[in-house]
């Protein structure tokens, strides 16, 4: 079966999400990836990928969202989304030429509603759509926010055939056809023995905007070595050692680090409890981000702190907690990626099944007296 795969650009989570499964899937499947932003740069070197807008936040000089920024980055894309500008009609174009016949979307919008405009079927692969398919389950500061987003995305997505949700929290479906799986184990991840390090593994998603000048000297405080990424910065400095990109290197690094200070992605937090790590969450402002960094706080693997005013009695706070922290990753710890392409696969030949029967009941019928072919269901007397 011919399949588009879209990935949300923004960040690398999905990106890393979707190369856990891929393999397998590729296997019994042509698939073609529709992404852009960090997603394209992750992806097109190792798969058929297609380039394609994305939305993303935009910072100011705080290292938060900018609103005003954001929305005016935004205006463009968003406009060619809702109302069916020259990106969208490429992405129909793509897929149209490609000969797809379903797509599975990990947050990625253009895929999703090209798919409902061309009649093809959708199963729907994240993280964020916990918000949005499963009983609410925020706290009360983010309840409010939490319902909004929740409306906001099942606007913008829809709702799918089959949703697929992969998530280091348990949480209850509220909606039919929907499962959910622990946090997605590359083959590298599970490859690799974690050890208990004397450093703290610092990552930033997009450091080059939030590695300010107090987080900088946050960390240069502490009496411990820090390994970061995620910034531009290069080489080692008093205790820092700024690294560069490297997905190698990175695993081993999360594998064999004491814990984990990071901005609060799923896919990471997953990865951090699977290895035994506790986790400090300097989570943006999105409210996935603060849903995840208050569920590992209810967890027991880490704490939250807040990214504009971390300080280094944060940290120390933090890790006086060590012990208790990582006494309770194995009770959370969790592979969901056998069962994720177990249900893909099932969804797949479900859906396709359909697919193909429509298509097929299309295309059978009788030629009328202009010689044009009618359907049957047409041709018979009422």
């Known amino acids: 079966m011919r399949i588009a795969y879209g990935v949300m650009g923004y960040g690398r989570g999905h990106a890393m999400r979707t190369m856990s499964v891929l393999p397998s899937l590729m296997k019994q499947h042509e698939i073609t990836v529709f992404a852009g932003g960090d997603a394209y740069d992750v992806l097109a070197p190792l798969f058929p990928t297609v380039r394609i807008p994305t939305i993303g936040y935009v910072y100011n000089s705080r290292g938060s969202h900018s609103l005003p920024r954001s929305m005016a980055r935004n205006l463009a894309p968003m406009a060619d989304l809702l109302w069916r500008g020259h990106g969208s009609d490429c992405v129909d174009r793509e897929i149209k030429s490609r000969g797809i016949d379903l797509v599975i979307s990990d947050s990625e919008a253009w895929t999703h509603r090209a798919a409902r405009r061309l009649g093809l079927p959708r199963i729907s692969f994240d993280h964020i759509g916990i918000i949005a398919y499963c009983k609410p389950h925020f706290p009360a500061d983010l309840w409010l926010s939490g319902m909004r987003d929740a409306w906001g995305y099942r606007q913008l997505m829809g709702v799918p055939e089959r949703i697929l949700l992969s998530s280091f929290y348990p949480a209850e479906p509220a909606y039919p ?206």
Not at 240 to 251: G, M
Not at 277 to 284: D, H, M, S, T
Not at 308 to 327: C, E, H, K, N, W
């Open 177 to 382: 056809n929907t499962s959910i799986v622990g946090p997605m184990l590359r083959d590298e991840i599970k490859r690799i023995k974690p050890q208990n390090g004397d450093y703290l593994l610092a990552y930033f998603n997009k450091g080059d905007h939030q590695y300010l000048p107090h987080i900088d000297r946050a960390l240069r405080l502490l009496d411990m070595p820090v390994v970061v990424y995620g910034t531009p910065l290069r080489g080692q400095v008093e205790n820092l050692d700024f690294r560069a990109p490297s997905n190698e290197w990175f695993v081993h690094d999360l594998a064999h680090c004491r814990a984990v200070l990071s901005t609060a992605g799923n896919q990471l937090i997953g990865e951090a409890i699977h290895f035994g790590k506790p986790f400090l969450a300097l989570p943006e402002q999105a409210f996935e981000q603060r849903l995840n960094a208050y569920m590992i706080e209810r967890m027991g693997v880490g704490m939250r702190a807040e990214l504009g005013t971390l300080t280094p009695s944060d940290i120390d706070r933090f890790l006086a907690q060590y012990d208790y922290y990582q006494s309770n990753t194995s009770m959370h710890a969790g592979d969901g990626r056998a069962q994720a392409v177990q249900t893909l696969l099932r969804d797949i030949d479900e859906l396709g099944g359909s697919q193909h029967r429509k298509i097929r009941n299309r295309g059978v019928g009788v030629r009328g007296k202009d010689g044009r072919r009618v359907p049957l269901a047409a041709a018979r007397p009422a």
